[in-house]
């Protein structure tokens, strides 16, 4: 029986142009559960998220900022401001008693003022002992005797006298140092000498600013 193949056929030559099948042909396209990166341009910057790098956290500074609750009626925001005018009063005359400048009053501000402060502090003054010379003056007055009353009078001559000498030497002083080590100041020297008289009658403990250097130290 001859073969019914058409002439010329070969069945090595039609198996190249046979079809595959659909399970093992190649799909170009890449899958859809992958990420494709865009383009990026030759300037991008990457991240540091994208390096892998962790930007540190802000060191806390341990301050807590606390908010004050508004006063719930007109008494209570009176309260409150009495009680912030008090804690003021009190820190300002803290802050006078150290010498802090900021809450000195004019007349003691400026460091030729603080000179003369150090000056009076530094020695006795006869100023200190006036004020206790006349209450036991004036005591003495009172008593109707005779001899008491001389003694009075020639006690408050003496301290009298003592504290006028006294004032002339604390005066000779501050001009003196103060033109030593402020040539340029615009202070009058009278109203310096005039401070430093003042502080030297009052007690010692009393003097407000309070003294900064004992005595017997060097000015």
């Not at 193949?5 to 198996?15: Q, R």
């Not at 990026?40 to 341990?62: F, I, M």
């Not at 009075?152 to 004032?167: E, G, K, P, R, T």
């Amino acid at each position: 029986m001859k073969s019914t193949a058409p002439l010329g056929y070969s069945p090595s030559v039609s198996s190249l142009f046979r079809r595959k099948p659909a399970d093992v042909a190649a799909d170009p396209s890449p899958p859809a559960d992958e990420d494709v990166p865009a383009p990026r341009r030759k300037s991008y910057t990457p991240s540091k998220k994208e390096l892998g790098q962790v930007t540190p956290k802000r060191v806390s500074t341990g301050r807590r900022v606390t908010e004050a609750a508004a006063p719930a009626n007109r008494r209570e925001a009176y309260k409150l401001m009495r009680e912030r005018q008090r804690q003021e009063r009190a820190e300002a005359a803290a802050g006078m008693k150290a010498g802090d400048e900021r809450y000195l009053l004019a007349r003691d501000r400026g460091p030729e003022r603080a000179l003369v402060r150090d000056i009076v502090d530094s020695r006795r003054t006869a100023g200190s002992y006036f004020l206790g010379g006349a209450l036991i003056v004036l005591i003495g007055s009172t008593v109707r005797i005779p001899a008491v009353q001389l003694a009075s009078n020639l006690l408050w001559a003496f301290l009298a006298v003592i504290v006028v000498i006294d004032s002339m030497l604390i005066g000779r002083r501050i001009k003196r140092l103060v033109r030593e080590r402020f040539p340029k100041t615009k202070q009058r020297i009278g109203s310096l000498q005039l401070y430093g008289v003042m502080r030297a009658l009052t007690f010692r403990r009393m003097r407000v600013p309070k003294p900064r250097i004992e005595l017997g130290a060097s000015v």
